[in-house]
């Protein structure tokens, strides 16, 4: 009779501890990344003979089925579309979750929004380390080394300009240069070519003599010239001007349109100091870069965590695991040894299922009255027993 009030009192208990479990997973059914969890009871036996002793809560368990992706439209917000954690690096110890709530911070590092924690990346020789791009946020300068001319220089005019040839120096300055040819009178095919800044078209910082053979290709030796350019610190960039080569029509030729040239130059390298201006992360895990002057780069690339034993993995904090040593944990690339690919611009929601939450309700409460009913019971068969004991 006792025992069966202490049996009813268990069952109360484990059933209010359970309440708990469901109301923390309805409480965080928008938490993004958020494992739903499931109470397990555990029978107390009293022994060989005797009946159960009542019951008691064994552990929880998490569910780690995967929750619906939404687009954010944020570029450091990244979801796992399969199997896999991200992982995180905080105080020498190693974390897993499912949240891929990331910035960056003013260090370059792409940490976990909540827990400050860095995201791990997975190098080519499988090392993890911190998701760092400090280094990717600027580009240093590109001096310009070549430009090709392209085009016919009529031998019928005695003089053609090639104005707004933008080059880059050593600094990372633009420099537009104006290029000026005119027909030697007295040498057929020949040309010399003054070269001058356009902001100060008057002085002339650099002449060279060009030649043209008889079929109109230019003469080898005579085919290119190279230009000074200075910059704000008082040094200069040798730029290389190519008209092309003999027997070649494909680039510079010199033949007789009468007045008309078509000769254009093309800057083909250099840039200056340039700044990132977005990001964002492909399939594989990798960050594409984008820069100011159009140059994209490839950076580093999330470590994404494979996990053998799901049910080992222990919630530390927030929605942060930690693996055990019976984990089986592995690190790879996303779509590689069976890992889900990365969505970009999207988060995962949690994987709480709201109905189930209901149905546990229902159960949890018919439990608990059923529980709270055999306290009664006892209690009456308890009174009743010290009424007897009492003569009436």
């Known amino acids: 009779?006792?025992?069966?009030?202490?049996?009813?009192?268990?069952?109360?208990?484990?059933?209010?501890?359970?309440?708990?479990?469901?109301?923390?997973?309805?409480?965080?059914?928008?938490?993004?990344?958020?494992?739903?969890?499931?109470?397990?009871?555990?029978?107390?036996?009293?022994?060989?003979?005797?009946?159960?002793?009542?019951?008691?809560?064994?552990?929880?368990?998490?569910?780690?089925?995967?929750?619906?992706?939404?687009?954010?439209?944020?570029?450091?917000?990244?979801?796992?579309?399969g199997q896999g954690f991200f992982t995180l690096l905080q105080d020498g110890n190693q974390y897993l979750t499912r949240a891929g709530q990331f910035t960056f911070n003013s260090d370059g590092i792409l940490v976990d929004k909540n827990s400050g924690a860095s995201v791990a990346s997975l190098s080519d020789t499988g090392a993890l380390s911190?998701?760092?791009?400090?280094?990717?946020?600027?580009?240093?300068?590109?001096?310009?080394?070549?430009?090709?001319?392209?085009?016919?220089?009529?031998?019928?005019?005695?003089?053609?300009?090639?104005?707004?040839?933008?080059?880059?120096?050593?600094?990372?300055?633009?420099?537009?240069?104006?290029?000026?040819?005119?027909?030697?009178?007295?040498?057929?095919?020949?040309?010399?070519?003054?070269?001058?800044?356009?902001?100060?078209?008057?002085?002339?910082?650099?002449?060279?003599?060009?030649?043209?053979?008889?079929?109109?290709?230019?003469?080898?030796?005579?085919?290119?010239?190279?230009?000074?350019?200075?910059?704000?610190?008082?040094?200069?960039?040798?730029v290389s001007f190519s008209l092309g080569s003999p027997e070649n029509f494909s680039q510079s030729t010199s033949m007789d349109t009468g007045e008309t040239s078509t000769l254009k130059?093309?800057?083909?390298?250099?840039?200056?100091?340039?700044?990132?201006?977005?990001?964002?992360?492909?399939?594989?895990?990798?960050?594409?870069?984008?820069?100011?002057?159009?140059e994209t780069k490839k950076g580093p690339a999330l470590a994404l965590a494979q996990v053998k034993d799901e049910s080992s993995l222990q919630l530390v904090k927030g929605n942060m695991f930690e693996a055990q040593s019976t984990s089986g944990l592995s690190f790879a690339k996303a779509g590689t040894s069976g890992l889900g690919s990365i969505a970009g611009k999207s988060i995962e929601l949690s994987n709480v299922d709201l109905s189930r939450e209901f149905a546990d309700m229902l159960v949890i409460q018919r439990g608990y009255q059923a529980s709270s009913r055999l306290l009664n019971v006892s209690n009456q068969l308890l009174e009743q027993l010290y009424e007897n004991t009492r003569g009436r």
């Open 1 to 81: 009779m006792f025992q069966a009030f202490f049996n009813g009192l268990s069952g109360m208990l484990s059933f209010s501890k359970n309440l708990d479990t469901v109301s923390n997973n309805i409480s965080n059914m928008n938490t993004p990344g958020f494992r739903a969890a499931d109470t397990f009871y555990d029978s107390l036996s009293g022994g060989p003979g005797n009946g159960g002793i009542g019951t008691q809560i064994s552990g929880l368990g998490y569910r780690f089925t995967s929750g619906d992706i939404k687009q954010t439209g944020n570029a450091t917000d990244v979801a796992i579309n």
């Open 130 to 238: 911190e998701f760092d791009i400090s280094g990717l946020r600027m580009l240093a300068p590109q001096a310009s080394s070549l430009v090709e001319l392209s085009g016919n220089l009529s031998s019928g005019a005695s003089s053609h300009e090639v104005s707004g040839v933008k080059v880059f120096n050593d600094l990372g300055e633009e420099v537009e240069l104006t290029l000026k040819f005119t027909r030697s009178e007295t040498v057929t095919g020949e040309w010399s070519v003054d070269v001058s800044k356009s902001s100060d078209p008057d002085v002339v910082i650099s002449s060279s003599t060009i030649a043209f053979g008889p079929d109109g290709t230019p003469v080898d030796g005579q085919a290119t010239f190279s230009v000074d350019v200075s910059d704000s610190m008082g040094g200069s960039t040798a």
């Open 265 to 294: 130059a093309t800057v083909t390298d250099g840039s200056a100091i340039a700044s990132l201006t977005s990001i964002e992360f492909s399939a594989d895990g990798a960050l594409s870069l984008k820069y100011s002057n159009g």
